[in-house]
């Protein structure tokens, strides 16, 4: 093992000592991490957009940041923030806008007639209603760019470069003006906010039953659950 990954193994360690209060679904930083600061500068975490006509809703399209995690875990991050973002998608209605906290986190999402939803993930620091409008521009942009007929049936993986270009400018909430002028006003009384995932979960549902049944988790990511479960007594993810 190099000393590159030894001190990334370290890394990885130490975050994990700062979760030890973690009580969420949800394996995220403490204010007073040592890596607080790192996380503090990062607004956006995920753009997607996903399938929900039908369950189990189907990733479409999707661009993460995920450099403030090391090699080791970044696979496993993202596997997770994809299983929930479909999660709330299956569970946003067509015209619905809903933005679910968890912890220092975000999820925004937005259905659409067409059987798709934008989601986009934040910390709490992000602008809600810009964060709505630029759920609004991904979202007719790409069906703009991807008719019906492309992803209605099968599981595609379609093509959607400017999500990279959006989740690098719109880290900025104000480089969002131009999207506050071209939009129509939006109404923030009409975004159901919802304070845990869990909120959103049906009766009886639960997210360790999510988590075990996913077919979208690698084993790696599924053990990596449960160890940081088992050492935190809580969940995990970001």
């Not at 299956?90 to 015209?95: L, Q, V, Y």
């Not at 009409?190 to 979208?216: F, M, N, P, Y």
Request: hydrophobic share 35%.
């Amino acid at each position: 093992m190099t000393t590159s990954d030894r001190e990334e193994l370290a890394a990885d360690s130490v975050i994990r000592r700062c979760m030890s209060n973690c009580c969420s679904p949800f394996w995220i930083p403490m204010a007073d991490c040592i890596f607080q600061p790192i996380f503090a500068t990062m607004k956006l975490h995920y753009i997607g957009v996903i399938r929900n006509q039908e369950k189990p809703a189907h990733e479409l399209v999707s661009e993460k940041e995920l450099s403030a995690y090391s090699r080791f875990t970044k696979n496993n991050y993202g596997e997770f923030m994809t299983l929930f973002s479909k999660t709330i998608a299956e569970r946003t209605a067509p015209g619905q806008r809903q933005s679910v906290e968890e912890q220092d986190y975000t999820f925004h999402a937005l259905g659409r007639s067409e059987g798709i939803c934008g989601i986009i993930i934040s910390d709490h620091q992000y602008p809600s209603l810009v964060a709505h409008q630029l759920l609004s521009k991904v979202v007719d942009e790409f069906l703009a760019k991807h008719p019906r007929s492309t992803w209605s049936a099968g599981s595609p993986t379609l093509a959607f470069p400017e999500l990279k270009d959006y989740l690098s400018k719109y880290q900025d909430p104000q480089q969002a003006d131009s999207i506050l002028k071209i939009q129509k006003e939006l109404d923030e009384t009409k975004i159901v906010l919802h304070k845990t995932i869990e909120s959103v979960l049906q009766r009886g549902e639960k997210i360790d039953d999510l988590v075990a049944k996913s077919d979208g988790l690698s084993s790696q990511s599924k053990m990596f659950y449960q160890q940081a479960k088992k050492q935190n007594s809580c969940c995990v993810l970001m």
